[in-house]
């Protein structure tokens, strides 16, 4: 019975103390963003939290019941969450304004990435096998960093911002997309809601910040 007890306690040592990586980097950000970005954020849940439990359960489901339609979600989102607005522009005849994203990514994405290391927080399907819940995951090559928060979702905010901040006309068409790709990355099995939730905080934070400094022509509200 002691040997039970003493592997209970290791193992929830390594579920307290797990981290995505040993090996965390920083980048630098740009001198065009001046609000305190690495404070905006909170901890993400701890990985023994009971938040974190629900977390991996919901995956858990969502991750054993995938349908083919949901597996081409999982794709498309993965090669490039900015197609998934594609077919909304053309219904509208509209075009993707790439240049003001790419700027804005260029900058937002350094933030992300710091944010992630300086979080270190370990994929789902890490945790998941330490507390014994089943992840069928996905793998791909762009799952390579820290969950929180999650790019693949910052990258996909940033477009709807950028969108319903050029066609504000249009703007109900857009933020749907953005729960695609965290639904998305979540059926794959790599990142929790609230690496969802935290992107679009962050994302929306920036963004603001940015937009009339770097963009003066899009419209003021």
């Known amino acids: 019975m002691n040997y039970i007890i003493g592997a209970d306690k290791f193992i929830s040592e390594q579920i307290k103390n797990m981290k995505y990586t040993d090996k965390t980097r920083t980048w630098k950000v740009s001198n065009k963003v001046t609000i305190g970005w690495d404070d905006i954020l909170p901890d993400p849940p701890e990985n023994n939290s009971e938040t974190t439990k629900k977390e991996l359960v919901y995956l858990s489901n969502l991750t054993r019941n995938r349908s083919n339609s949901q597996v081409d979600l999982i794709k498309l989102v993965d090669r490039e969450p900015n197609d998934l607005f594609h077919k909304t522009l053309r219904k509208l005849n509209i075009t993707f304004p790439k240049e003001i994203f790419d700027k804005s990514w260029s900058i937002i994405l350094p933030i992300i990435l710091n944010l992630k290391h300086r979080?270190?927080?370990?994929?789902?399907?890490?945790?998941?096998?330490?507390?014994?819940?089943?992840?069928?995951?996905?793998?791909?090559?762009?799952?390579?960093?820290?969950?929180?928060?999650?790019?693949?979702?910052?990258?996909?905010?940033?477009?709807?911002?950028?969108?319903?901040?050029?066609?504000?006309?249009?703007?109900?068409?857009?933020?749907?997309?953005?729960?695609?790709?965290?639904?998305?990355?979540?059926?794959?099995?790599?990142h929790y809601p609230s690496d969802n939730e935290a992107s679009m905080i962050i994302t929306g934070a920036v963004w603001e910040d940015i937009r009339y400094k770097l963009f003066p022509e899009l419209p003021h509200f």
């Open 119 to 190: 979080h270190n927080r370990p994929r789902p399907y890490q945790l998941a096998e330490k507390y014994g819940i089943d992840i069928n995951l996905l793998d791909s090559h762009t799952a390579q960093t820290p969950a929180y928060p999650s790019g693949h979702t910052a990258g996909a905010a940033l477009s709807a911002y950028i969108l319903a901040a050029k066609y504000p006309q249009f703007s109900e068409h857009f933020f749907d997309k953005v729960q695609m790709a965290g639904m998305a990355r979540m059926l794959m099995g790599v």
